[in-house]
């Protein structure tokens, strides 16, 4: 019986280590998926689409950080990382919800509160669980 080696594992392993490819990839990947139906609608509102893209690359950045540091929470699973982990998916939540504020003002609510307002909300959970990570004693 012969055992074979599954490379198709270890060529995924080295895009994760590598983290200028990791950030192309995430950049590109959340431009892709948010070019039609966010950026393509607005591009001729000059003002209007550099708001959308500040919190859609603040959303890619975020996306990134937040890969980066689940990575590092699965090596050394501490309970600052496991913070940190939480803050940068907080502030994934909280661009996701300013590019949606952004595109479509005064649209989306959830409840009696807009889409900016909740951002609002996750930006402070994001500062909460940076400052327990902080000044936390692992």
Request: aromatic letters at 16%; a positive charge.
């Amino acid at each position: 019986m012969k055992i074979r080696r599954l490379y198709s594992v270890s060529r995924y392993e080295g895009i994760l280590e590598n983290r200028s490819n990791l950030f192309t990839i995430v950049m590109f990947t959340i431009i892709g998926i948010l070019a039609i139906p966010v950026i393509a609608p607005h591009i001729f509102h000059t003002f209007q689409i550099f708001h959308i893209l500040v919190h859609i690359f603040g959303l890619s950045l975020a996306g990134f950080l937040s890969i980066i540091s689940a990575i590092a929470y699965s090596r050394i699973k501490t309970k600052k990382m496991f913070f940190t982990l939480l803050a940068f998916s907080a502030l994934v939540i909280s661009q996701s919800l300013d590019v949606v504020d952004a595109a479509w003002q005064y649209t989306y609510y959830l409840g009696p509160f807009p889409a900016g307002e909740i951002s609002h909300f996750f930006i402070l959970c994001t500062l909460g669980m940076f400052t327990l990570s902080v000044f936390r004693k692992d």
